[in-house]
């Protein structure tokens, strides 16, 4: 399973060299059908990478002990309740 990690990430960077192909391509597109599909292809594109890094980040945090994802959240929390108490005082 550590070997899947990298490949989710290579796979991700293909997306968008795919999406930086269809802002090129939508970028030189003359014609209302050539536009539409260069859209559509930037908008698919931009979708495929976004949900390829969430799954990667949902599949990471499945190899976390339960100890660190409570830590985690507790971290998480502690920072955002000291940074108003800290807004606050002064």
Do not use: Q, W
């Amino acid at each position: 399973m550590i070997l899947h990690t990298p490949l989710m990430s290579g796979s991700n960077f293909i997306h968008g060299i795919v999406v930086v192909g269809a802002m090129v391509a939508l970028g030189v597109a003359d014609t209302t059908p050539e536009r539409i599909l260069g859209f559509l292809a930037v908008v698919l594109g931009a979708g495929n990478a976004v949900g390829g890094y969430a799954v990667t980040e949902r599949m990471l945090e499945m190899f976390k002990s339960s100890g660190d994802r409570k830590k985690g959240a507790a971290a998480a929390g502690s920072g955002a309740v000291s940074a108003t108490k800290g807004g606050g005082d002064a």
